[in-house]
T-cell receptor, first 116, second 113 residues
Framework: DAGVIQSPRHEVTEMGQEVTLRCKPI?????LFWYRQTMMRGLELLIY????????DSGMPEDRFSAKMPNASFSTLKIQPSEPRDSAVYFC??????????????FGQGTRLTVV | GESVGLHLPTLSVQEGDNSIINCAYS??????FIWYKQESGKGPQFIID?????DKRQGQRVTVLLNKTVKHLSLQIAATQPGDSAVYFC????????????FGQGTRLTINP
């Protein structure tokens, strides 16, 4: 398996523009996580899905952020409109969760977002 | 990379020495704990995990200790090598509809030659 695949690897955009980050989880995994990493806040959990359903989006900073998972092999994180303070590295991770078995999450390489 | 510049606790050890990285967690209901390693420019990578009903688990050159009484987790790395230089995160998994994975602050480990 190629692992968790994120695109793009780098994104530079102007303030006010819409940004869409993409993630393809590992095949067979049923949980997907979006994290944001910054110098000040470290790794923050934004939202996570189980079986394509959002379970907890309490980490999403504002209404400008939205995430979708239309099927088991694809998820997007959208920021509209983007602001300079959104600049960070955004990670997607996936895991296989069952009530009786814990498994680790596997991370993608991240998308480095710069909003100017 | 992503972790460069983070204002993290830092641990410096001599190559070949053992290192201990500590982590305090907050939720007594956490079911499962994991240590991750993040190298510059990469996403976090799994090192070792431990369930809440255990107090110790060993892997290759690594040992994780869990003290639920004081909500403390540690990662011991034996005979450190230059490749061990990275940022180390502990994460706690909370069962909440599914498995919610929350990360701690991270510790930067530097191996001196």
């Amino acid at each position: 398996d190629a692992g968790v695949i994120q695109s793009p690897r780098h994104e530079v955009t102007e303030m006010g523009q819409e940004v869409t980050l993409r993630c393809k989880p590992i095949s067979g995994h049923n949980s997907l996580f979006w994290y944001r990493q910054t110098m000040m806040r470290g790794l923050e959990l934004l939202i996570y899905f189980n079986n394509n359903v959002p379970i907890d989006d309490s980490g999403m900073p504002e209404d400008r952020f939205s995430a979708k998972m239309p099927n088991a092999s694809f998820s997007t994180l959208k920021i509209q409109p983007s602001e300079p303070r959104d600049s960070a590295v955004y990670f997607c991770a996936s895991s296989k969760y069952t009530p009786t078995v814990n498994t680790e999450a596997f991370f993608g390489q991240g998308t480095r977002l710069t909003v100017v | 990379g992503e972790s460069v510049g983070l204002h993290l606790p830092t641990l410096s050890v001599q190559e070949g020495d053992n290192s201990i990285i500590n982590c305090a967690y907050s939720n007594s209901a956490s079911d499962y704990f994991i240590w991750y390693k993040q190298e510059s420019g990469k996403g976090p990578q799994f090192i070792i995990d431990i369930r809440s009903n255990m107090d110790k688990r060993q892997g290759q050159r690594v040992t994780v200790l869990l003290n639920k009484t004081v909500k403390h987790l540690s990662l011991q790395i034996a005979a450190t090598q230059p490749g061990d230089s990275a940022v180390y995160f502990c994460a706690e998994a909370i069962i909440q509809g599914a498995q919610k994975l929350v990360f701690g602050q991270g510790t930067r480990l530097t191996i001196n030659p």
